[in-house]
């Protein structure tokens, strides 16, 4: 099992910029696929950018292709979200998870273990 703790949320100005960090403990950091999601109030929990294993693949939502870099280090367990040019769209809790499969996972029942989240708000 593996257990999950994001920081580095919080309240920016649209066209600003965040990192979100999440820690991980437990097994084996690096045979976990990890990803990144997010829910904004009222709407479902959806896919912002994952990762595989090794790092060599990635996968974006739509919505933030170019602006969001998803990356992760291996020896500090530890996978991260670069969020730029933030629009109030983005504005939601986001979760970090991890998967048991490989390759870079994009749907929630693909994930097996959840952070609590952290808070991003972006003002217009």
């Known amino acids: 099992q593996v257990q999950l703790v994001e920081s580095g949320g919080g309240l920016v100005q649209a066209g600003g910029s965040l990192r979100l960090s999440c820690a991980a403990s437990g097994r084996t950091f690096s045979s976990y696929a990890m990803g990144w999601f997010r829910q904004a109030p009222g709407k479902e929990r959806e896919f912002v950018a994952a990762?595989?294993?090794?790092?060599?693949?990635?996968s974006y939502a739509d919505s933030v292709k170019g602006r969001f870099t998803i990356s992760r280090d291996n020896a500090k367990n530890t996978v991260y979200l670069q969020m730029n040019s933030l629009k109030p769209e983005d504005t939601a809790v986001y979760y970090c998870?991890?998967?048991?499969?490989?390759?870079?996972?994009?749907?929630?029942?693909?994930?097996?273990?959840w952070g609590q989240g952290t808070q991003v708000t972006v003002s217009s």
């Open positions: 990762i595989s294993r090794s790092g060599f693949s990635t």
């Open positions: 998870a991890a998967s048991n499969y490989r390759g870079a996972n994009s749907k929630v029942d693909e994930y097996q273990y």
